[in-house]
């Protein structure tokens, strides 16, 4: 093997495993993993009449599809822009995209002290003067995210839940051995987010970017198929019908724009098929897809459920016909 294809082999070798490490960085309540291969079909027949995209997420999270996209179809991807109504989050992928060596030193030193704990109730008493810290900070994007990355690997199921004054009050979680600080994925997660942009504000706000070659992925907080059934307190505004109107509105400029939008929410139909999405999206596709709820509060309510994805890639097509 001469000297250049030994540098060639090398840098695809660093490449695919740079390649692995990009996935989300945090756990977060209705997480997409599930979905993945639905969404990825859509995505598939977009690319079939397009060689690069704009894609756009506008309720991220987690970005479990966002990280799908960069990592399987990243060189497809021209512009890629997301945005989360939550602040912290948001502040946490521009730290990732902007200050990844100072996050890991800054988490780090929180893992190791974490650490040095070995009883549970010590543990927990660290964790809470951490989350009083994390809701008393502000102005520090740095050491803010650290903590947020440390409350969530060490809170209860990972969830993302506010009070009313806005301040983050999940309680402690058990785990024996959690990963605080995962520098692989912080650092190519940072490489890959050099082509994204931030935002943090609503959903709405992103109706000037649609354009033809656009693909809009759209989660947002669930509509609860029952009053007590499903968590969607992320944001103390929270997100109600006239918001899930609102994002209908939405969809119908996206559309109206010859952009693509792939969204999931709750199958809330009735044994009928009629429910409060089927007559709000008439018109549009309506798949429903078994996906697996990660996040219940109850262990007993884990298991398969239904969930819709509502597109417009048939509603377009037809549109396009002569
Ligand atoms: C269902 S989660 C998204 C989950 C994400 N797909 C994942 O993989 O983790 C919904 C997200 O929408 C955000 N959100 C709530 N209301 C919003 C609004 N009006 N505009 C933009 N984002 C909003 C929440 O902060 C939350 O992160």
Not at 258 to 278: I, L, M, P, R, T
Not at 285 to 292: G, R
Request: include cysteine.
């Amino acid at each position: 093997m001469g000297a250049n294809a030994y540098f060639c082999s090398m840098t695809t070798a660093a490449s695919k495993e740079s390649a692995a490490g990009i996935k989300p960085f945090l756990k977060w309540a209705g997480g997409k993993t599930q979905l993945l291969p639905a969404i990825e079909t859509k995505v598939q027949q977009l690319l079939r009449s397009k060689e690069t995209i704009q894609f756009v997420e506008p309720f991220v999270g987690s970005g479990a599809v966002l990280f799908f996209m960069l990592r399987k179809y990243g060189r497809h991807i021209r512009q890629a822009t997301i945005n989360d109504v939550n602040p912290v989050l948001a502040d946490c992928y521009r730290t990732i995209r902007y200050n990844p060596q100072e996050l890991i030193k800054e988490l780090s030193a929180l893992e190791k002290d974490y650490f040095t704990y070995t009883s549970e109730d010590d543990r927990k008493a660290f964790f809470l003067e951490k989350r009083t810290a994390f809701n008393a900070l502000a102005g520090d994007a740095v050491q803010k995210s650290a903590l947020l990355l440390f409350l969530n690997k060490t809170c209860f199921n990972g969830l993302y839940r506010v009070n009313a004054k806005g301040n983050f009050n999940v309680p402690f979680g058990r785990y024996a051995n959690p990963t605080i600080c995962n520098a692989p994925v912080i650092l190519a997660n940072s490489e890959a987010l050099q082509k994204v942009e931030i935002l943090n504000t609503d959903f709405s706000e992103m109706e000037a970017l649609i354009a033809p070659d656009t693909f809009f992925y759209l989660d947002p907080p669930y509509k609860p198929i029952s009053a007590t059934s499903s968590f969607n307190a992320y944001a103390k505004e929270g997100f109600g019908d006239a918001d899930q109107e609102r994002l209908k509105a939405f969809c119908d400029k996206v559309n109206a724009g010859g952009a693509y939008f792939v969204q999931s929410n709750s199958d809330n139909s009735d044994s009928e098929g009629n429910g409060f999405f089927q007559e709000l999206y008439k018109g549009y596709n309506i798949e429903q897809v078994k996906a697996k709820r990660a996040i219940n509060a109850k262990g007993s309510g884990r298991g398969a459920v239904f969930e819709l994805l509502i597109s417009n890639d048939d509603v377009l097509h037809v549109n396009s016909k002569p």
